[in-house]
């Protein structure tokens, strides 16, 4: 049972423009989300969190939103660079433990 | 800056063996994590500790065991190795409930 999905397997985007990756979980327990960025060959690092008291949170280029009646939450990226060509994961949890969503390819072309 | 350090990058073991995966952190951390990351699946948890000598099942661990004697150090440890637990398998470590930080990755292959 997936309780954290990410429906977009890839996504081009073109430099410049914004970059908007989707995340839906079913357990309504989660009440802290977070989104990795994963080049290859590497360990995935932290991007940016959001808890469920928030519905948006800001760093720089990168806004994470979070729709609770939704389950929904989004992350995005603006303007996108080239750089940001990695795959991204949203995780969730409601401790320690993180449960990860499948991963999206961004691809930011020229 | 936290250092998770995973001992191999690349390794290849034969079937039946009883394979060793090492991981250290330099931070103290109390919460260590081993996951296995395959195409399509994402990120899946093996098995995890809160503290030495402790270890909680993660969503798939058969097949597979810890040891954590001491706070820096978790190894992930493949009783009899199988070809389909070939994968990319990744250590991390976190305090509370702080993001987790994760190690290169230990890509494995099991012939």
């Known amino acids: 049972d997936q309780q954290v999905k990410q429906n977009s397997p890839s996504l081009s985007v073109q430099e410049g423009r914004i970059s908007i990756l989707n995340c839906d979980y079913t357990?309504?327990?989660?009440?802290?989300f977070l989104w990795y960025k994963k080049y290859p060959a590497e360990g995935p690092t932290f991007l940016i969190s959001?808890?469920?008291?928030?519905d948006k949170n800001e760093d720089g280029r990168f806004t994470v939103f979070l729709n609770k009646s939704a389950k929904h939450l989004s992350l995005h990226i603006v303007p996108s660079q080239p750089g940001d060509s990695a795959v991204y994961f949203c995780?969730?949890?409601?401790?320690?433990?993180?449960?990860f969503g499948t991963g999206t390819r961004l691809q930011v072309t020229l | 800056d936290v250092k998770v350090t995973q001992s191999s990058r690349y390794l290849v073991k034969r079937t039946g063996e009883k394979v060793f995966l090492e991981c250290v952190q330099d931070m103290d951390h109390e919460n260590m994590f081993w996951y296995r990351q395959d195409p399509g699946l994402g990120l899946r948890l093996i098995y995890f500790s809160y503290d030495v000598k402790m270890k909680e099942k993660g969503d798939i661990p058969e097949g597979y065991s810890v040891s954590r004697e001491k706070k820096e150090r978790f190894s992930l440890i493949l009783e009899s190795a199988s070809t389909n637990q070939t994968s990319m398998y990744l250590c991390a470590s976190s305090w509370g409930r702080q993001p987790q930080h994760f190690g290169d990755g230990t890509r494995l292959s099991i012939l």
């Open positions: 959001i808890s469920s008291i928030k």
């Open positions: 357990n309504s327990m989660f009440d802290y």
């Open positions: 995780a969730a949890s409601y401790s320690s433990k993180l449960t």
